[in-house]
């Protein structure tokens, strides 16, 4: 993707005369393409994923399966895509601006977090996946650089690029989808497929993330990372305090026999929950462990 066809610094949407968005900055750029900070005339500010028109082939497709998968759902805990428009070189996506990065930069910036903002943290993501299967999504691609979070620090599951509708609860997928360190057991095994149970095996790998700051199921190669996801052989570090309801969710939800792992329902009515919750983070918690007290 070259820069050069976006030297404007607006962006006018073909055949919207009253719309204009002018960009402010580069948030990023992703596989397909580049996404923007943007303010309407009114001031508005927006993210605005922008997909070069002449891209072909897979990361088009799945571009096109992210609009019309993300363009369905509508949750408080979900990145909002508002609208797609074109200009005469670009395809845009625009969406809800998350404007404090993701849980990857957060955890990354803290090591750990705490207990009780993993409890708020699993809430939100549970509601979120939740609503996703009781819609038929699988989204395939949870970790915690997509899930993004919002100007309280909420959360925003985004990036719907691998994602995939199923025609019923029960279909199984076969192609090995995702990221590697995220994957369940039954994504490495095409004979047993996979299906809504692979995103809660993420959900676990990402409680473990929140509270130990590194990978349950690391490793130097490929194929070392694949056996002990095939084996569910991870341990707790022992120099990070974690409670022992926390330690027995994360494995209840990291059971390689996807038909034995928790149900979403299930997790939530975990012993875990009932310890206490925040209503809502403050921005300090970007960097520092927030005092509850
Ligand atoms: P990819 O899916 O390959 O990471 P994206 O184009 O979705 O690529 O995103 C590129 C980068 O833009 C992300 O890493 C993130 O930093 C940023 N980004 C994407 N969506 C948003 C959003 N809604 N709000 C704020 N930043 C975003």
Redesign the pocket.
Same mark, same amino acid.
Request: aromatic share 10%.
């Given at each position: 993707m070259s820069f050069s066809k976006m030297q404007s610094q607006f962006i006018k949407p073909l055949n919207r005369p009253n719309e204009e968005y002018k960009i402010l900055q580069l #948030?990023?750029?992703?596989?397909?393409? !580049?996404?923007f900070?943007v303010e309407n005339q009114d001031g508005e500010v927006?993210?605005l994923?922008a997909?070069e028109k002449n891209s072909t082939g897979q990361n088009y497709d799945e571009v096109l399966n992210?609009i019309m998968i993300q363009s369905e759902l509508k949750h408080p805990y979900i990145?909002n895509l508002y609208d797609v428009f074109d200009d005469l070189d670009f395809v845009y996506l625009k !969406?809800? #601006?998350?404007?404090n990065?993701?849980l990857l930069e957060m955890v990354q910036n803290r090591g750990e977090l705490t207990e009780s903002e993993v409890r708020l943290y699993m809430i939100q993501l549970i509601d979120a996946v939740g609503y996703m299967h009781n819609n038929n999504i699988l989204h395939r691609d949870l970790k915690p650089?997509?899930i993004?979070l919002s100007d309280n620090l909420d959360l925003?599951v985004?990036?719907f690029?691998l994602s995939k509708e199923l025609n019923s609860t029960d279909e199984r997928q076969r192609n090995p989808c995702g990221t590697l360190p995220y994957m369940a057991p039954e994504i490495l095994n095409p004979k047993v497929g996979y299906g809504f149970e692979a995103d809660i095996w993420a959900i676990g790998v990402i409680m473990y993330i929140l509270l130990f700051g590194c990978q349950p199921f690391g490793g130097h190669t490929r194929s070392m990372v694949i056996d002990r996801i095939r084996n569910a052989d991870f341990e707790f570090p022992s120099d990070i305090e974690v409670s022992h309801d926390a330690k027995n969710l994360i494995s209840a939800i990291l059971n390689p026999e996807y038909g034995k792992r928790l149900t979403l329902s299930e997790i939530r009515q975990h012993f875990f929950f009932r310890g206490p919750t925040p209503v809502e983070l403050p921005l300090s918690a970007l960097r520092t462990a927030p005092n509850f007290e």
């Open positions: #948030l990023g750029k992703g596989g397909f393409g !580049m996404c900070e927006f993210a994923k997909i992210e990145v !969406m809800e #601006l998350c404007s990065n993701s650089d997509n993004f925003r985004g990036d690029g």
